[in-house]
């Protein structure tokens, strides 16, 4: 299957009714076993495991890592929306109760960073685990040093970020610290970020004075980067590294940075833990179409959607923790429950899923954007991610016409337009771009970001002025 299908074809492979029947087939409601019954995308009803989750033991340090982790950047907000996508107040007493919810199921690693939510996720981070009750050695905090703009790259500046990072995180020590975002810029950007400033010699001596237990990369970008992080191993001694990896990239010659295959096999060769970011693929792989939802319920009718994902990457022996931004209860109790403990994936169910899932998923035209966000802000103002992600949502839900002659033409459009509008402010729409093409070299996808833009900003044009 090619990813440029045309619309036609698109509406084709997506026919409602094949997919009702076979959602039909697989059953709406059913026995969960001992934990009550499920609804049809696999979500149970019944008592959450407290006792079951499954730990990965840290080689290093032998810490007992729960390998479900609690990313800390798409948090509720007053408003009901994920911080990743607004600006709005967060809700922190929803944030306390998630985070007491998570450390009482066994979740006891959490990861944030300066960068995200505005600035505001390490100090809710901080206030959420001092409100829990649990004692500072129950649990482990994984941060960042996220220096991302040249204001920040000499070494005072960097020691800044550190130090505010232990104050408003209410501790005094970091237990896996992270440089941010290794390989976006290539080896300039990371010469001129930790290595002639001497930032990443600093950090080391913070390792060895124990204000820092673990220390390691996440990496985005050029994989050129990651090869010599990892060259040079001997020297930096990574206690752990964080990569991006699902079962859709898990195969990816193309692209090897992007490839979980390349990443894993490499740490997994040096005996260094990888944390897994990105294992739904910034959500895509628990929103797919209805004949995708259908084709993973003929297997176990029980599981959710993203459970599939989950289960994939966390049977990876090398792998310490899989993190997931986790804004709603719902999606917290589905993954303890994913975990509590890990059924690991066979072989053949592996093979299943990298082979003709993930092909199924990548028939669909969608854009491979994972909202990371990274090529945020957009200096002209431009809501970058949250256009990809409405096109990404009409695709997979049919609403994408390629003629005035589809079937569904009208319902298309309106909800294309109408979705768009309240999806992304006008001054904030792809007709907006001028193509300066300066996120381009901030995606760790690759996408031709202006191209895209320019492409749905003219098949918007069309559905408004009616000639597609």
């Excluded at 997506?14 to 409601?29: D, E, N, P, R």
């Excluded at 076993?33 to 149970?44: L, N």
């Excluded at 220390?215 to 040079?232: C, I, P, T």
């Excluded at 854009?367 to 945020?376: E, L, P, R, S, V």
């Amino acid at each position: 299957m090619k990813k440029d299908i045309n619309r036609r074809d698109f509406l084709k492979l997506s026919g409602t009714v094949a997919a009702t029947t076979a959602l039909a087939s697989c059953g709406m409601k059913g026995e969960g076993g001992e934990d009550g019954e499920v609804d049809y995308m696999g979500h149970h009803e019944g008592p959450v495991p407290t006792n079951k989750m499954t730990y990965r033991i840290n080689p290093k340090t032998k810490d007992k890592v729960s390998i479900l982790g609690y990313g800390w950047m798409r948090l509720p907000t007053l408003q009901g929306a994920s911080a990743r996508e607004s600006g709005d107040e967060l809700d922190q007493e929803q944030i306390n109760m998630l985070t007491k919810y998570a450390l009482d199921h066994g979740v006891n690693y959490f990861d944030t960073s300066p960068a995200y939510c505005r600035g505001r996720s390490e100090a809710s981070l901080g206030e959420a685990l001092e409100a829990s009750g649990y004692k500072r050695d129950q649990y482990y905090i994984a941060t960042k040093l996220s220096n991302f703009s040249p204001q920040q790259y000499s070494l005072e500046e960097g020691k800044k970020i550190f130090e505010n990072s232990l104050k408003f995180l209410r501790t005094d020590y970091i237990d896996y610290l992270l440089l941010h975002s290794i390989g976006g810029g290539g080896m300039g950007n990371l010469h001129q970020r930790f290595l002639d400033n001497g930032l990443l010699d600093w950090l080391m001596e913070q390792r060895a004075a124990g204000r820092i237990r673990n220390l390691g990369f996440s990496f985005h970008g050029d994989v050129a980067v990651f090869d010599w992080m990892l060259e040079n191993n001997d020297k930096y001694q990574w206690d752990f590294v964080q990569i991006q990896a699902n079962y859709c990239d898990w195969h990816n010659e193309d692209d090897l940075g992007r490839s979980g295959e390349y990443l894993y096999t490499e740490l997994e060769k040096r005996g260094i833990p990888a944390v897994i970011m990105e294992p739904l693929l910034g959500g895509r792989l628990s929103k797919v179409p209805d004949h995708v939802v259908a084709h993973l319920k003929k297997r176990k009718p029980e599981n959710s959607v993203a459970s599939w994902a989950f289960r994939y990457i966390g049977s990876k022996k090398n792998v310490l923790t899989v993190l997931s931004g986790m804004t709603y209860l719902e999606h917290l109790e589905d993954n303890i429950r994913t975990y509590s403990p890990l059924e690991e994936l066979t072989e053949e169910e592996q093979e299943w899923l990298e082979g003709e899932t993930s092909e199924l998923i990548k028939s669909y035209p969608t854009i491979d954007c994972n909202d990371c966000k990274y090529c945020m802000p957009c200096p002209y103002g431009l809501d970058i991610p949250g256009i990809f992600v409405h096109y990404n949502k009409c695709v997979n839900k049919g609403n994408v016409p390629e003629s005035q002659q589809a079937e569904n033409y009208e319902k298309a459009r309106r909800a294309f337009l109408v979705g768009y509008d309240r999806s992304v402010p006008k001054l904030r729409q792809a007709n907006h771009c001028v193509q300066c093409r300066v996120c381009i070299p901030h995606c760790p996808q690759k996408i031709d970001i202006p191209r895209q833009l320019r492409r749905i900003d003219e098949f918007v044009e069309q559905l408004k002025q009616g000639t597609l």
